[in-house]
């Protein structure tokens, strides 16, 4: 990705904000004239007298910003505001296309929640059902997300499609690649 272009004046940002202050920060900043976004689901509280539903953040502490990145001392000062995300000091925009999904999912009223983030060749821990516990490399296959499950000795592999639902993520393929390269246990045939 061209990091020049992304850059432009008036991309979308994601800002870290205090713990709880989403929307607090959001609308102060659209009082600024800034355009945000603050995605948000809805969830059951439940407390010792009665349970409600209400709206939570679906990204806990971000909030979404379009603003010229070379005057951002106004998103800066605001209350509630840590830091633009970026790299070091240097803040990155946000991926138009993921903004335009954000925005469409929003649009279209279906229900979601926050998940992990799972990368296609992340090692992954399968949960619920007969294979709880069972541990793979999440990989993709036509358009279907599966665990691959891999017998190092037999240098040998099979591949099961899964639910997402039913995925933990444990680390990244080169952790597991790291592993991989540890000495294999020689198995020996006692002689009786």
């Excluded at 904000?17 to 948000?40: D, M």
């Excluded at 969830?43 to 909030?63: E, Q, T």
């Excluded at 992954?124 to 069972?134: P, Q």
Aim: charged share 20%.
């Amino acid at each position: 990705m061209d990091l020049m272009k992304v850059n432009e004046p008036n991309s979308w940002f994601a800002l870290q904000v205090r713990a709880r202050w989403e929307s607090t920060t959001a609308t102060l900043l659209n009082g600024k004239g800034f355009e945000t976004i603050l995605p948000t689901y809805t969830m059951k509280r439940h407390w010792s007298d009665r349970s409600k539903i209400v709206a939570a953040p679906l990204f806990p502490g971000y909030v979404f910003c379009r603003f010229d990145v070379h005057n951002r001392l106004p998103i800066l000062i605001t209350p509630g505001v840590i830091s633009v995300l970026g790299r070091g000091r240097t803040p990155e925009a946000v991926d138009e296309s993921e903004i335009s999904a954000i925005q469409s999912v929003i649009r279209s009223g279906v229900q979601m929640q926050p998940w992990p983030y799972l990368q296609i060749g992340e090692r992954v821990r399968l949960k619920e059902d007969v294979l709880e516990g069972l541990e793979g490399i999440l990989t993709s296959f036509r358009g279907n997300h599966r665990v691959v499950i891999s017998v190092t000795l037999l240098q040998r592999s099979v591949a099961l499609e899964i639910d997402r639902s039913r995925i933990v993520p444990l680390g990244s393929l080169r952790q597991a690649n790291v592993d991989t390269f540890a000495p294999v246990p020689v198995l020996r045939e006692s002689v009786a």
